[in-house]
């Protein structure tokens, strides 16, 4: 069984095991954060974010050397330009490809 079908069917368990109004709370709260992140302004604020998590001059650094300091920046950095270039795929309408292990899981369910 491959890993994506195991944790599909781990989160329909935890979805059946869930009683009262909680259940249709957490498949809508699925289905609300997987069409948030379809979104270009969505990755537009993840970008926002990691560039302000990235450390400052002038900051508390705690007993970070330098060289920590430059390799988080340079993370954090990449991750934006990767989140921004993101939101630029989806507002060219060329959204993510799904994955042939997702397209799988969905056949094996469907």
Excluded at 26 to 49: F, P, S
Excluded at 52 to 80: D, I, M, Q, S
Excluded at 91 to 103: A, C, F, K, L, N
């Amino acid at each position: 069984m491959s890993a994506a079908l195991h944790l599909y069917i781990q989160l329909q368990d935890a979805v059946k095991d869930t009683s009262g109004p909680l259940r249709p709370h957490l498949g809508a709260r699925v289905l609300q954060d997987a069409l948030t992140e379809a979104t270009a302004e969505y990755w537009l604020r993840r970008a926002d974010q990691f560039e302000a998590a990235a450390p400052k001059l002038g900051g508390y650094h705690g007993h970070a050397t330098r060289e920590e300091l430059n390799e988080a920046w340079t993370r954090c950095h990449a991750t934006a330009a990767a989140c921004r270039r993101h939101a630029e795929l989806i507002m060219q309408g060329r959204p993510e490809e799904i994955s042939d292990e997702v397209t799988s899981v969905l056949e094996e369910v469907a």
